[in-house]
C-alpha cells in the first residue's frame, strides 16, 4: 500500500467512523476501487491502526467526560459515573459475544464485499430516516436502553451497517436525549476497539514490518485528525436533527455499490 492510499483510506476511516454512513463499509468500498492487494495480515494491521486513531480522537473529544467518569468510578459508590461505567459494560456483551464466537464467520463478509455492503448502506439510511423523526427528549440512557444499544452495535459488525448509525438510532428511536445518545455511543465503542487490538496483538495476528511504517504513519495520522473533526461535527449534526441527509447520501452510495458489484 502506497502513502497516498494509506493518506485517503486513513481519512476515510476518521470520517466515517462518527459519521452514520459506515466505516467498514467505506473502507471496503475504498479498498476495492484503489485496488488494494495487501496480504490479510498486512490489511488486519492498518486496520487496527486506523480504529486505534479513532479511539484517540474519541478520548481527546470527549477528554473532560472521561476523566469526570474515571474520577467518579474510582469513588467506588454507586453514583451517576459508575453506572454510566455499568452500562458501556453491558453494552459491550452483545459485540463481545459475537466477536468472540463468530469471527471465523465474520472474516468471510469482508474482503471485496461490495454488494452486501450497498445492501446494508441502505438498511442504514433507513435507520437514520426512522431516528431524524424521533422526538427529542431529556431522558438519559438506561440499563435496558444499554443493552439493546449494544445489541445494534453487535449488528452494526456487518459492513454498510453505520455503528455511530445504528446505535445513535437506536437510542434516539428509544426515546433518549440526542446528545447522550451520541455521547453514549461514541465512547461505547472505545473499550471494544481497544480491546480488539489488545486480542489481535496477543494472539499474533498482526504482522508488522519495517517497510509499512510511512504508510502506517500516515494513515494513522489522517484518521486521528479527520476522526476529531468528524466527531465534533457529528455531535452538533444529532443535536440539530440533521440525519436525514446522511440517509440520501447512504441511499446513493448503496444504490451506486450494487450497481458496482452487479455490472
Not at 7 to 19: D, H, K, N, Y
Not at 52 to 65: G, H, I, M, W, Y
Not at 248 to 263: F, N, P, R
Amino acid at each position: 500500500m502506497d502513502t497516498l492510499d494509506a493518506l485517503l483510506l486513513g481519512i476515510i476511516q476518521g470520517l466515517t467512523e462518527f459519521l452514520p454512513v459506515s466505516s467498514s463499509g467505506h473502507l471496503e468500498l475504498g479498498k476495492a476501487i484503489l485496488g488494494d492487494n495487501s496480504i490479510p495480515k498486512e490489511s488486519l494491521l492498518f486496520t487496527v491502526i486506523l480504529h486505534f486513531a479513532t479511539a484517540l480522537s474519541t478520548l481527546v473529544v470527549f477528554r473532560k467526560d472521561v476523566l469526570d467518569i474515571i474520577k467518579g468510578a474510582l469513588k467506588f459508590k454507586w453514583n451517576e459515573e459508575l453506572q454510566f461505567v455499568s452500562k458501556i459494560a453491558l453494552s459491550m456483551i452483545p459485540a463481545a459475544f459475537v466477536g468472540l464466537f463468530f469471527e471465523d464467520e465474520l472474516e468471510q463478509l469482508f474482503g471485496s464485499q461490495i454488494l452486501l455492503v450497498g445492501c446494508m448502506l441502505i438498511v442504514t439510511a433507513a435507520l437514520l430516516i426512522l431516528a431524524d423523526r424521533a422526538k427529542n427528549t431529556n431522558k438519559g440512557v438506561s440499563f435496558s436502553n444499554a443493552f439493546v444499544i449494544g445489541i445494534a452495535q453487535a449488528i452494526a459488525i456487518l459492513p454498510g451497517i453505520s455503528r455511530s448509525g445504528a446505535t445513535i438510532s437506536t437510542s434516539v428511536i428509544l426515546g433518549n436525549d440526542k446528545t447522550k445518545a451520541a455521547r453514549f455511543s461514541f465512547l461505547m465503542v472505545v473499550p471494544l476497539i481497544f480491546g480488539k487490538i489488545a486480542k489481535d496483538i496477543l494472539s499474533g495476528e498482526i504482522s508488522y514490518e519495517s517497510s509499512n511504517f510511512m504508510s502506517l504513519s500516515i494513515g494513522f495520522i489522517a484518521a486521528f485528525v479527520s476522526g476529531l473533526f468528524a466527531c465534533t461535527w457529528m455531535i452538533a449534526l444529532v443535536k440539530r436533527s440533521k440525519l436525514s441527509y446522511f440517509a440520501v447520501y447512504c441511499i446513493v452510495v448503496g444504490v451506486l455499490a450494487i450497481i458496482y458489484a452487479l455490472w
